[in-house]
T-cell receptor, first 114, second 112 residues
Framework: DGGITQSPKYLFRKEGQNVTLSCEQN?????MYWYRQDPGQGLRLIYY???????QKGDIAEGYSVSREKKESFPLTVTSAQKNPTAFYLC?????????????FGAGSRLTVL | KQEVTQIPAALSVPEGENLVLNCSFT??????LQWFRQDPGKGLTSLLL?????REQTSGRLNASLDKSSGRSTLYIAASQPGDSATYLC???????????FGTGTRLQVFP
């Protein structure tokens, strides 16, 4: 079945550590996105990529980094520079071409900083 | 700057009621608008997508309308069921960009 797989589902981190969240899709989508979700707030865009080897900062990119070496993979690294990293992280993908552009989401990864 | 607001923030209704969830946006220069459903601790599932040139979309018991000039969309849920309990989010895609701007969601509970 086609879809998006995020791992790990739950992750605990000590302050000062970098962690990497995995996002893999087999939908042959060109565009991929990372969002952060906090209680009582809408999803906020961290980074997005419309094509391999290219990505753009979203609205809250500080303290995060990404790579897009393969079409199907878009890992997110939460660095120690991110001051408040505890959140629910959602990866999504879509066809980059104009049209319906329906967004497909993964199940999410919950990061807790101890 | 595009802002998306959803009212009400939470809603609790008995089974069988027809519901209207509201979404408003400040900039009418949108490419499309999507409605999503999110179950607790899970990712989002796309329900309906309305292109800026369309007025409404329907899927089963769900109907979404779009009034771009007034910056509003509504999600109508007919004959609500306990399985409809979830958070419903709307998101607009701005023109000439691949970004979606999300609202904060409406948390719906349908009790038997």
């Amino acid at each position: 079945d086609g879809g998006i797989t995020q791992s790990p589902k739950y992750l605990f981190r000590k302050e000062g550590q970098n962690v990497t969240l995995s996002c893999e899709q087999n939908l042959n989508h060109d565009a991929m996105y990372w969002y952060r979700q906090d209680p009582g707030q809408g999803l906020r865009l961290i980074y997005y990529s419309q094509i391999v080897n290219d990505f753009q900062k979203g609205d809250i990119a500080e303290g995060y980094s990404v790579s897009r070496e393969k079409k199907e993979s878009f890992p997110l690294t939460v660095t120690s520079a991110q001051k408040n990293p505890t959140a629910f992280y959602l990866c999504a993908s879509s066809q980059a071409s104009a049209g319906a552009n329906v967004l497909t989401f993964g199940a999410g990864s919950r990061l807790t900083v101890l | 700057k595009q802002e998306v607001t959803q009212i009400p923030a939470a809603l609790s209704v008995p089974e069988g009621e027809n519901l209207v969830l509201n979404c408003s946006f400040t900039d009418s220069a949108i490419y499309n608008l999507q409605w999503f459903r999110q179950d607790p601790g899970k990712g989002l599932t796309s329900l309906l997508l309305i292109q800026s040139s369309q007025r409404e979309q329907t899927s089963g018991r769900l109907n979404a309308s779009l009034d771009k000039s007034s910056g509003r969309s509504t999600l109508y849920i007919a004959a609500s069921q306990p399985g409809d309990s979830a958070t419903y989010l709307c998101a607009v895609r701005r023109k000439n960009t691949d970004k979606l701007i999300f609202g904060t969601g409406t948390r719906l509970q349908v009790f038997p």
